[in-house]
């Protein structure tokens, strides 16, 4: 079973526009990490967003923001008020605290923001 | 150097050949990770190791594919006898290992693996 599911392969947005990618995980561990990464088509890693299981409160960082839903076992991303350089592939991931650092990664969205 | 590094940054190789991928992780970071990434796709993990445990290869898709590290430093991803479907960006990451909840891992640039 997918430990990591993003059921949107691409997605086309107009801009200014808020837009949410999907995730969706699977886990037993009560403590856990989930993370977003965005790759442009420089082909780079950039850490985005990060939310612990236990965190109270959603986490965000400037336009980015996760729509947290722990009993769904959803952490969706949110972009709000999107720009031309949103455009990438996104990608949710989990860290599962099983005293080992091994972080699954979801197969992407590629966000497409149209002018 | 600051970040995670790879290289060659492209390999281009005939079918058969045997090829290596370097990785120098960031200085200090006990954990290190490669992933395969096919052309418009999601990462695929590969390989992860943490310090001086045994690595975690439940991701290498065959017997031709081995990794190794030198301590907490340097790793070298090997494929061996390389077939057109190897054709991909392979991704290096390392992260600290410390039980934190924010550890973030950090990706080198990648190396663009061609077999003709």
């Known amino acids: 079973a997918q430990k990591i599911t993003q059921t949107q392969p691409g997605m086309f947005v107009q801009e200014k526009e808020a837009v949410t990618l999907d995730c969706t995980y699977d886990?037993?561990?009560?403590?856990?990490?989930l993370f977003w990464y965005k790759q442009p088509s420089s082909g780079e890693m950039i850490f985005l967003i990060y939310q612990g299981s236990y965190d109270q409160q959603n986490a965000t960082e400037g336009r980015y923001s996760l729509n947290f839903q722990k009993a769904r076992k959803s952490a969706n991303l949110v972009i709000s008020a999107s720009q031309l350089g949103d455009s990438a592939m996104y990608f949710c991931?989990?860290?599962?605290?099983?005293?080992?650092?091994?972080?699954?990664f979801g197969k992407g969205t590629r966000l497409h923001i149209l002018p | 150097g600051a970040g995670v590094s790879q290289s060659p940054s492209n390999k281009v190789t005939e079918k058969g050949k045997d090829v290596e991928l370097r990785c120098d992780p960031i200085?200090?970071?006990?954990?290190l990770y490669w992933y395969r990434q096919r052309l418009g796709q999601g990462l695929e993990f590969l390989i992860y190791?943490?310090?001086?445990?045994?690595?975690?290869k439940s991701g290498l898709p065959s017997d031709r594919f081995s990794a190794e590290r030198t301590g907490e430093s340097v790793s070298t991803l090997t494929i061996q006898r390389t077939q057109q479907e190897d054709s991909a960006v392979y991704l290096c990451a390392s992260s600290s290992g410390l039980i934190d909840p924010l550890n973030e891992q950090f990706f080198g640039p990648g190396t663009r693996l061609t077999v003709l």
């Open positions: 886990t037993s561990d009560p403590s856990y990490g």
């Open positions: 200085s200090g970071h006990t954990a």
């Open positions: 190791f943490q310090g001086n445990s045994a690595p975690d």
């Open positions: 991931a989990m860290r599962e605290w099983r005293g080992d650092d091994k972080i699954i």
